[in-house]
């Protein structure tokens, strides 16, 4: 599932979003918005990889929690990792590039980069003619926990 599926996955979910959001299209398509910069919002607002799971390594207090040594933990990541959160579209805003889309220290995506600059890519060439489509059938996710895998997204122009 890593690197191929998760970036596929990726701009099925940012691409039907971006189809909801006329005004991050205009700001791309008059260069007032960087596409570096919607890609990371989108990365922040629906990653592919939804949660984390993961083990306490020692007793700890998260938000005035108590979570003990061994405790599972799942974190949810979407609309989080920014200063501010939230499920609002905003590019550049304060800490966008802060969210855990790509996971962090020894379970961090080799492929980040990569993946980044395929989104890039794709946005770039993309969001032009996403101001024209109508979306007849939004990509859709089966329950899980561990990874979005949208079906066909289909639009019309």
Known sequence: MAG???????????????CGETAVLDGLLDGSLRVDDVVEEGLRLVPPIPTWRRVATCDTQLDGVAIPRGRSVIFWLEAAGAEVAGPEFRPGHPGSRRHLAFGAGAHRCVGAQLSRMEASVVVRHIAPMLRSVKVVRPPSCPPNLSFRIPNTFLVSR
Not at 4 to 18: A, D, I, K, P
């Open 4 to 18: 191929q599926e998760t970036t596929s996955q990726f701009l099925t979910l940012v691409m039907h979003r971006l």
